[in-house]
């Protein structure tokens, strides 16, 4: 199952709620900072996976295949999660970052710039988060991807939250 989200301050599918928000805060001998926030809480009694992808795919197992078995330089994501010789993961965030979100935990992706983010390009950032953001179930993951729970540990993103540079998603 893919969750996706209409633009809303909140939304719960499945069990996960998604909420969306937008601050400023100035750091101190530096300059303002915007910030789109867009947190995923999972509520429900099942892990789900997420990652974020640079282009738009047509069908779960398009998303899947595409993101886990096509290679990223000299090996795909399935190969590297299976990998047991990896001593450190350095997730490019739409090649290899990925996360797993397990039950009552909560993942944030926060978009920041420098400059003023206008309402009306905050709801396309949100527009484009619901559809390039990536949220799977272990089941149905399961599904496509045999060995997922082999998976080296080091794959996935540690943190609960990653912040990204508005210029970065192509803002």
């Not at 738009?56 to 994501?77: A, C, Q, R, V, W």
């Not at 999660?81 to 490019?92: C, D, K, L, R, V």
């Not at 599904?143 to 996935?156: C, H, V």
Request: overall charge negative; aromatic content about 14%; hydrophobic content about 40%.
């Amino acid at each position: 199952m893919i969750i996706s989200s209409l633009i809303c301050s909140s939304q719960t599918t499945d069990s996960l709620i998604i909420r969306k928000d937008s601050s400023c805060y100035y750091v101190e001998n530096a300059r303002v900072i915007y910030s789109i926030i867009y947190e995923i809480d999972n509520r429900s009694s099942n892990t789900f996976y997420l990652w974020i992808e640079k282009d738009i795919h047509s069908s779960e197992n398009e998303i899947i295949k595409d993101y886990f078995i096509k290679n990223k330089g000299d090996m795909s994501l399935y190969q590297m999660a299976m990998e047991t010789n990896i001593i450190y993961g350095y997730p490019s965030l739409f090649n290899t970052f990925l996360k797993k979100i397990n039950p009552r935990e909560i993942f944030t992706v926060q978009i920041i710039s420098t400059k003023i983010i206008p309402d009306c390009k905050k709801e396309q950032i949100f527009k484009y988060l619901d559809n390039h953001i990536v949220i799977i179930s272990e089941n149905i993951l399961e599904q496509y991807i045999k060995g997922l729970p082999n998976f080296n540990s080091l794959i996935f993103y540690q943190k609960d939250f990653i912040t990204v540079p508005l210029d970065i998603i192509g803002f």
